[in-house]
């Protein structure tokens, strides 16, 4: 028998997250000395979300059985592996933002807040089992976002950021409320009691031969409200203008979080549905090539950072498809059992590669903030000119992020595709595996002519000894970004456990 | 005619009409007081649908405090002037159209050609009256999953407060 | 002429289609905005239509969410919007360039 007890017990690292968010508004806002004191809010943040990270380890040791709130969510591993992914993504951001806040002058507690907040929507929207758990998840870390898009008030380039991501944002969730309504439609046809849980669905679609016309409406329409969350390419407009404009410290945490939350989503939602993925599989496969293609040619041209880190993460948002398209194959060619590993592996590959990521893109995101002066961003490449000289330590951290975002060995980002190859070639697809290998070799160029500029261009007059004052957070969280970096893409084998926790959602 | 396919046709045409009118309009004032006409014409649909409950939120939340709020901040920002002539480029308008159209005749066929199926376990029809009671009891029934996403409203209401405050106040 | 669940639910399609288009042509973000709204409340009709055909209160249950949501997303709309107002000072909001790809 479950009762509300054992299920709020099954959520708790998501509880602890929103509660430390609270913790955190409620303190700065009532004690003025904790106000003053800049260190504390992220400190108590950062505890919370350790504690919450360590939660998660448990749960994912001891899954709870049976259905939690009626079903509306879930505490598999899976979930508990996004949530770990994204807590380790929280942490980096919140120590690249103490850096940042203090020397734009923006340090306000209710940063922290949100940050924390929107972390925790993301976790539901790894967790969720009911759609319209996950429309509501989508929108806490969806508005979390439009305020932090637009926290840097004084900045116009900020404020239009922000617009033009909550417009884009909210026309997208119209979308995916539609996209509920038809398959809460469409799941009467099917022999049940209309409903919206993705387990009972998945279910009942795999004991049927054609599924109803309103159902595949409304996938279609969901897939829309969620690619424009991750930033797909037909829906990828907003990403540069959006991740240019943010503050910085932002822009990475959006980058890492956003789409963590957008693939842990679209994972599920699509497992649910591999019964018919004959009807959509390969809409799935064409926009995974055209993001891949269509990000990697247009960060060649880009000589702001900013702005190519945002296409360059619509590119990798298209290696991420490769890796959903492969496990969601169950094409005639292949015995059940090979279908099998390759969606299990397909899910590990997909795990990994979130977790390189997310960490190289917060690194990369964090150097571009260790050298920013007070009140100055750096975002041009002439910024960049000659920094292996005036600041090696700097330059040679950029270049393990740039040699990991190009998937260069001895890097994580090395092995996260060739994990996503491999998964791509075991489920039979052979022509998508065979893209995306072209896609990052022309992604190799972009990153690299980052590493030319650095090293040997000459620096610009008066560029010398840029770096921000009070760096620690940022130094820390970059150290730490590039020690994973090169510690799990020599040792892959280490993030296993995280891997194999993923890969254990079953095919309904 | 019965009375409820009379009411369904004056309601749908009005609402058309309405919306139709809101997004020709330049004045946004005007887009505003189109759009409450419209949302009144749902609250109407809903009491049709035996959903009373909802057609009074439907009054008192978004023609009473949404759109309140969007005419204070066209007001407050002195909006009120007919748009600007600038359009966007001359292709986009006819696109959107086409597309429009497109896409409203896609998710029409999807639902028309294949009549809805009736419900397997037909309930007793005071069961679907939309009144107070019946929703507080399935709200926070632990058979059913809306407890959860109940309780998760209360946060994304945090954030949007949170949110207004820091965008909106003078000095931070 | 009964009618059926069908009606309301074609009747939704097209004010859903309408608020897109609306969203796709107009310039001023508080009319797109307002055509956002329009697609929701489409969406809560389909819901609601869907519910009383199933014989299932649930298809309020979604409406209720989705208000919830739709009472979120203007508050924080509408301060985004008064925020760019005060920090561009001009009341010409067309000036917000928002569509630069």
Known sequence: MMNTEHSLSAILPMQIVMITGMLVLLLDSCIPAWRNAKILSPGLSLIGVGIAFLSSLHI????????????AITADPFSQACSIILLITAALAILIAMTYLENMDLNHGEYYCLVLFSTSGAMIMASALDLIVLFIAVEILSVALYVLAGFARTKVRSEEAALKYFLLGAFAAGFLLYGIALIYGGSGFIGLNPTTNLAVIGKSLSMISQPPAMMIMGLGLLLVGLGFKAGLVPFHMWTPDVYEGAPTSVTAYMAAAAKIGAFAAILRVLNAFIPISGYWLIVIEVIAVLTMFGGNILALTQDNVKRMLAYSSIAHAGYLLVAVAAACNSGSKQSILQQATAHSSAFGAAAFYLLSYSLTTIGAFGVLIWLSKRGRDIQTLNDLKGLARTDPAAAYTMLIFMLSLGGIPPTMGFMGKWFIFNATMQSGQTWLAL????????????????????CFQEPEEGTHSVRAESANGVQTSIYVAVGSTLLFGILPNLVQPLMDAASSLLRP | MSGESVSFWILALVSVFASIMMIVSKNPVRSALNLVITF????????????????????????????????????????GAPEALIEKGSLQKPVAVGLGIFFVVLIISSQAILSLPQAVGRPSVTQYQGTVEAIGLSLFDPRQPWLFPFEITSILLLVAVIGAIVMAKRKV | MAITTQHYLILSAILFTIGVIGVLIKRNPIVIF????????????????LGRHYGQINGQMYVIFALAVAAAEVSVGLGIIVAIFRSRETIDINEVNLMKF
């Open chain 3, 34 to 49: 307002m055509c956002i709204e329009l697609m929701l409340n489409a969406v809560n009709l389909s819901f609601v239509a």
């Open chain 1, 435 to 454: 893209l995306l290998g072209v896609a990052s070799i022309i992604s190799i160029y972009y990153y690299l002519h980052v590493v030319w500029v650095m």
């Open chain 2, 40 to 79: 009144l014409c749902v609250a109407g649909f809903y009491i049709l649908l035996s959903a009373q409950f909802l057609a009074a939120v439907q009054i008192i939340v978004y023609a009473g405090a949404i759109m309140v709020l969007f005419l204070f901040v066209i007001m407050l920002l002195n909006l």
């Open chain 1, 60 to 71: 994912l040791n001891n899954p709870p059985v049976g259905k939690l709130f009626g079903g």
